[in-house]
């Protein structure tokens, strides 16, 4: 008689087998052939990748039909996903590659849950693990995409570098933690519909996203009532719990640490960057941010910069030549995408190096209708202009306002080489109980070149003519002087060119910070009631600009009550928990004469 034990055994044994064919199945599907204007693909549109843990990561993959030997794979990893990515995949097989569009798990065919930024940094890995042991690879992989697919890429090299990974080309980065949903320390109300956009489905919900009036209601009807900030889906009447929980992380702590790379972590990238952003691009906190970071902790960083007047779209693909207000330079208006496809060329089949990039920082100077180059951001720039805000007026008018700041009077505060009174100061009012009179905010500015200056409740401050012509290249810096009689504020810093004939040039989108994270980002240090205070800048976006003779800059500051990012009433608490309960006293700061802005300057 057989054994029972070993036939049962047996049994298992194939089911495993089995099970085990069905799953390696489930990874692999056979291409199949499509010709388009000419060109024979092959095409595998629903690959399931299992990683180790058990998820599924949805893939694409493009070839071209008559490629025979292994190539070089361009990877294109989202959360983004839509219907027609194998457009993306396609483009990159007419550059001579593999084109490979993956998915953040639990978009498009994946079955698992949809949790943005949370599992990139190995699951990116494994989509270029998967990649390199395919029979159409040559073991070389590169990446690119931009916001959260630039985030995707360093997410992938945190913990360490595939050695099939040559290059990644981040644009416009998305930084959780340092850049969003929270900007030095103060959150930005466009995160909150983001999270309904991702994961509501496999793919995005546009219709829920891009209804723009319901956001805008949801916004004034928060800020109007008063309510607490983490309390915002409940007055939407959907829930948002991924919201709700980055809230309960407002410092940089272990919780957005493992999603990126985080100080030692960058001393083993050492492949080859290319970044693209814009001076008016949101993400370019996150660009500057990994910049710094890499050049930092990895002294032979291989990191390159490209820069201009671009929005976070036009600087992932091909910029408009007109964008708020202002005509860019025509050597700005180039082919991102193309530059992209050149370094692919260069980092992967040994061609040469993109011409545009003749240093490691690459930056469009606007006015002046060329390129600059350096070594690095400090380079850029080789001599600094130090204003301190005083509280005596310039006798310089500026045109009409939009607000109430300086006191109703179309007159700037001065700029000057020296502190006029370093105990002096201007006084400013914010009653967070009235909502009806708003501060500016980083939305406080339409276009990039205006005929009026916002100041809202707050000062501008303007230097005296230049005599002659320089450019403004770089982040300014400096510190601001303040009391206040709470423990904690958020505030802006705008800068502008004035020109002669006395219009306004954004120089780049406003500097916003809070101030109990500003010397720590890790851990929140609550300012003294009424003690002076310096707060050195965070992160500002960097800007090029040929200042020409006769123009001033200007200098905007303000504290912020508005209904575009969460209200800081002042306490001590958690701001996502303050409610307009806490709105007690109004808020009086005083901003210092002693106070400065250094201004990055290079000159002839």
């Known amino acids: ?100 569009v993956s998915y953040t798990r639990g978009k498009g065919l ?52 595939h050695p ?15 850049a969003e949903p929270m900007e030095n320390g103060v959150h930005q109300n466009f995160h909150y519909p983001w999270h309904h956009y991702v994961s509501n489905n496999k793919y995005l919900d546009t219709t829920l996203y891009y209804n723009g009036q319901r956001w805008h209601d949801l916004n004034m009807k928060w800020y109007e009532k008063g309510v607490a900030y983490c309390a915002m889906d409940s007055l939407d009447g959907l829930p948002n719990p991924q919201f709700r929980e980055r809230l309960l992380h407002p410092t940089i702590d272990v919780y957005w640490q493992n999603m990126i790379p985080y100080k030692a972590d960058f001393t083993h990238i050492d492949i080859p960057v290319l970044a693209t952003t814009g001076y008016y691009d949101g993400g370019q906190i996150g660009t500057q941010y990994y910049l710094r970071e890499h050049t930092k902790y990895n002294k032979n960083a291989e990191h390159y910069l490209v820069i201009g007047p671009y929005t976070h779209f036009g600087a992932q693909a091909k910029p408009n ?46 006015g002046g209708n060329k390129w600059g180059h350096a070594p690095s951001l400090e380079q850029m720039a080789n001599d600094t202009l130090r204003y301190y805000l005083g509280n005596q007026r310039s006798g310089v008018a500026f045109g009409s306002l939009f607000g109430t700041g300086n006191n109703g009077k179309d007159i700037h505060y001065s700029l000057s080489e020296e502190p006029l009174d370093p105990n002096g100061y201007l006084e400013q009012t914010i009653d967070f109980s009235d909502r009806g009179n708003l501060t500016w905010n980083s939305s406080g500015w339409r276009n990039i070149v205006s005929d009026s200056l916002m100041v809202g409740n707050g000062f501008s401050f303007a230097t005296e003519p230049f005599d002659s012509d320089f450019e403004l290249n770089g982040s300014f810096g400096g510190e601001i002087s303040v009391s206040i009689n709470k423990k904690d504020f958020d505030y802006n810093v705008l800068l502008f060119e004035q020109t002669p004939e006395g219009k306004f040039f954004a120089l780049a989108l406003p500097y916003v910070g809070r101030a109990s994270y500003v010397l720590d980002k890790e851990n929140r240090q609550l300012l003294t009631p009424n003690v002076k205070t310096k707060l050195p800048f965070g992160i500002v976006r960097m800007t090029s600009k040929k200042i020409s003779k006769g123009s001033r800059l200007v200098a905007v500051v303000n504290g912020i009550k508005a209904p575009f990012s969460d209200v800081n009433y002042g306490t001590g608490k958690n701001v996502s928990e303050e409610t307009i309960k806490d709105a007690d006293e109004p808020l009086v700061i005083k901003w210092y004469g002693d106070g400065y802005i250094a201004i990055p300057v290079k000159t002839n």
């Open 1 to 100: 008689m057989k054994n029972p034990i070993s036939k049962s055994l047996f049994i298992i044994i194939a089911i495993l087998g089995f099970l085990a064919s069905c799953k390696q199945k489930e990874s692999v599907q056979s291409p199949r052939s499509v010709t388009e204007n000419g060109t024979s693909y092959l095409i595998q549109d629903s690959i399931l990748i299992s990683t180790q843990d058990g998820a599924k990561i949805h893939a694409i993959v493009v070839r071209n039909a008559e490629t025979k030997e292994p190539t070089p794979a361009v990877l294109f990893h989202t959360i983004y996903a839509r219907k027609d990515d194998l457009k993306k995949a396609k483009m990159a097989a007419d550059h001579g590659y593999v084109g490979i």
């Open 110 to 161: 994946s079955p698992d849950s949809i949790v943005p930024y949370k599992y990139e940094t190995n699951d990116t890995y494994e989509v270029i693990d998967w990649i390199s042991k395919q029979d159409w690879s040559d073991q070389k992989v590169g990446m690119y995409g931009g916001s959260y697919v630039g985030f995707t890429q360093w997410a992938s090299v945190k913990h360490k570098v």
């Open 164 to 178: 099939a990974l040559k290059t990644i080309v981040p644009s416009v980065s998305a930084a959780p933690g340092i």
């Open 321 to 366: 030549a007109h964008i708020f207000g202002y005509d860019i330079d025509s050597v700005a208006q180039i082919d991102i995408t193309e530059l992209i496809f050149e370094w692919f060329d260069h980092t992967l089949k040994g061609k040469a190096k993109p011409t545009l990039l003749q240093d490691k920082i690459n930056y469009q100077v606007m």
